[in-house]
Each structure stands twice: as structure tokens, then as C-alpha cells.
């Protein structure tokens, strides 16, 4: 079956602007969570949807937020871009709960740039 | 707070070499720990996880609670095993989400 698909996989914005990135699940996960990969920081929780209601949420700020559709199929937004969200976000499903033992599923990326 | 530390982030050793990967966590819980696994221009996959105590592709982890630590360890390294590794604790209670280490490089030299 096809795995966790995340677009777009790369993309330039400039500061200020605001980004969506997508991601698809791999079907029957109702389980989406978002993570920014540095090379300082590395992998960092942003936040994880269940059957289409945040469950959690990292320590990031406000700007960056993030939704769940009937068909579990994920965005997250960013807005007022700033340099230091350059980053790959990997999106990652799973059948129930990533804390919950659930064995997740990593998208291949967005990579995003901020100029 | 909960914390993975993966105090390496490069390690390299020569094929046939034992190996062992570092991960010590923070957490006043019952810890739920795997590891994960990214070879080159492939997705990050989990490797193991300590519930299943079981060993792939020869690699094994122990969960220490006493020294909070949760080793990967392989007693003969293979050139394939070369990968960026991480390390991962599943927090409940309130606040659940996987906390990732910052990873270690692992290089296996011919």
C-alpha cells in the first residue's frame, strides 16, 4: 500500500509569507503527527491529530498551526515566515496514537527554505 | 521535562566491530522507548522497540531503568548498517508524543 506522502517536497518562500504543507496518510491511519528536523535542533514534535482534533502540541509558537479532514489527511500552516523555519517537516501516520505504542510511518519531507 | 540524549552524534567503526549507540532518557513516567533507523535517501523507520524485546538485523536494546538508558547495541557492525540512528521515548499522562533524540551518525568502514 502506499506510504505517507507529503507536498510539496521542496519550496522557497520568503520571509513574511505563509506556507501549507500536505500530507496523506497511508490509508486507514487516523493518527497524523508533524515534526521540524534541524540540523541544531533535530527532530522536534509540533503537534499530532487524531480522528481530526489536535491531541498535542510541541513547544512552537502560535505561527504555526495545523488541521485534520474526515479522510485524516493533514496540513500545517505556517505564517510570517522567518529564517529559522528553514527545515525538513516530516509528517508521520500511524493507525492509533503515536504515544500510545503505535508504530509510525515517516513521509519522505518538505523541505522548505526561507530567503 | 522529558529529554533523549544521544551523546555521540558521530560514531565509526570497522565492519565486523561491535557496536554500541548511546541513548539515555529523562522522564519521571514509564518510558516506552524505540529506536529509529535512516539509511541514505530513505525515510526514517523504526528499528526496534523495547516492548517487543526482540532483535533485528541483529541489533538489540536494553531498557535500563536504573541507569535510564536504552543502548542499540550489535555485536558484529556490517558496511549496511550505516545510517543515522535515533532514538525515540513515548511520554503519556497528559502530554503524549514521541521525544526524539538528536541522533547519532553511525559509519561502518570496510
Known amino acids: 500500500k502506499a506510504g505517507v506522502t507529503q507536498t510539496p517536497r521542496y519550496l522557497i518562500k520568503t520571509r513574511g509569507q505563509q506556507v501549507t504543507l500536505s500530507c496523506s496518510p497511508i490509508s486507514g491511519h487516523r493518527s497524523v503527527s508533524w515534526y521540524q528536523q534541524t540540523p541544531g535542533q533535530g527532530l522536534q514534535f509540533l503537534f499530532e491529530?487524531?480522528?481530526?482534533?489536535?491531541?498535542n502540541k510541541g513547544n512552537f509558537p502560535g505561527r504555526f498551526s495545523g488541521r485534520q479532514f474526515s479522510n485524516s489527511r493533514s496540513e500545517m500552516n505556517v505564517s510570517t515566515l522567518e529564517l529559522g523555519d528553514s527545515a525538513l517537516y516530516l509528517c508521520a501516520s500511524s493507525w492509533g496514537l503515536s504515544s500510545s505504542g503505535n508504530t509510525i510511518y515517516f513521509g519522505e519531507g518538505s523541505w522548505l527554505t526561507v530567503v | 521535562a522529558q529529554r533523549v540524549t544521544q551523546p555521540e552524534k558521530l560514531l565509526s567503526v570497522f565492519k565486523g566491530a561491535p557496536v554500541e549507540l548511546k541513548c539515555n532518557y529523562s522522564y519521571s513516567g514509564s518510558p516506552e522507548l524505540f529506536w529509529y533507523v535512516q539509511y541514505s535517501r530513505q525515510r526514517l523507520q523504526l528499528l526496534l522497540r523495547h516492548i517487543s524485546r526482540e532483535s533485528i538485523k541483529g541489533f538489540t536494546a536494553d531498557l535500563n531503568k536504573g541507569e535510564t538508558s536504552f543502548h542499540l547495541k550489535k555485536p558484529f557492525a556490517q558496511e549496511e548498517d550505516s545510517a543515522m540512528y535515533y532514538c525515540?521515548?513515548?511520554?503519556?499522562?497528559?502530554?503524549?508524543?514521541?521525544?526524539f533524540g538528536k541522533g547519532t551518525k553511525l559509519t561502518v568502514n570496510p
Open positions: 491529530y487524531f480522528s481530526e482534533t489536535q491531541r
Open positions: 525515540a521515548l513515548s511520554t503519556q499522562g497528559g502530554s503524549e508524543k514521541l521525544v
